[in-house]
């Protein structure tokens, strides 16, 4: 049987005959297990091996599924070839080296979000790719969650009119990382997210961020970007907050959109608005506020990552291109570079206020 993908839903199509993709998952800390269950329900894809430098890590593994192979030499997965993919969810700064060695073993690659450290090791990666003839899929899994395509139907059929700007805040206490920015650890989901709902890149962006616990490690940030058109976005992040939170806001002239990834019911659309009033006189200034129904639909409660799983098995074996494509994948690598380089660089300057003098 193979997946096919529509409006984020899973249906399962009948296709007698064809073998499941084995797969090796690298990687065993947060996330990695989280693949290796969803693997063992897809009906596409046969888990053969995982590999962790953790004897704990593989321990945990082994307990609930004593039939995997384990190992911690990952130049064993590329030597094995019954292996046909593998899932890299580890470190940022180890997917480049890890996806491209697995490319030239002849592997097809699914690696976790964001692709690479760097525009030039995600660019790389992606004419090694295609220069074989594999898959390669950025891990961006917010793309497979129905409350996100649910959105993206919204925006792009027009009901929400003219996108006016967006707002997002992804924020909670925890987890820090020692290894990358809250910029490189978050701020791939939004990117990812705006990318898919607006179809292009901002033409700026700037941003500010702080250092509270680790030195020289953000943990808050505050993004802004300016999109072709006048749209504007800000995206708010950080690992010190009281209270978990994802909420995004998007403003339309036409309706309003709230989309709360921890609530039961994740999209509310509001007919609500602003317009303005031909003026009766010189000098007169009217508008017009329109507060209409709120429309909560109904989403289905499906896991994005046994989407997105399914979606690189049918990419491996059909050669289709997958919804979180290497497009995607190398664009938000763009963004977040030039977030870094708004912070180094100041590309943006701050305007220095300066408190008046008593008298003056």
Known sequence: MFTSLKHGRCTLLAGMGREPVRIAVVGLGYWGPNVVRNLHEIPDAAPEIV????????????????????????????ADERIEAVAICTPVGTHYELARTALE??????????????VPEAEDLVRRAEGSGLVLMPGHTFLYSPPVNLIRELIASGQLGDIYFISSSRVNLGIHQSDVSIIWDLGPHDFAILLYWLGMLPERISAVSRSCILPDIADVAFVSLEYPGGTVAHVEMSWLAPSKLRRTTIVGSERMVVYDDTSTEPVRIFDAGVMSREPETFGEFRLTYRTGSIVTPRVEATEPLSLELADFCQAVRTGSTPRSSVEIGCDVVRMIDAVEESLKEAVVPPVALSRASPGS
Do not use: Q
């Not at 073993?105 to 760097?118: D, I, Q, R, W």
């Open 51 to 78: 590999c962790d430098l953790r004897p704990e890590g593989l321990a945990r593994i082994a307990r609930r599924y004593p039939g995997l192979d384990m190992t911690s030499d990952f130049s064993r997965i590329l």
């Open 105 to 118: 073993a002849g592997k097809h690659v699914f690696v976790e979000k964001p692709l690479a450290g760097s």
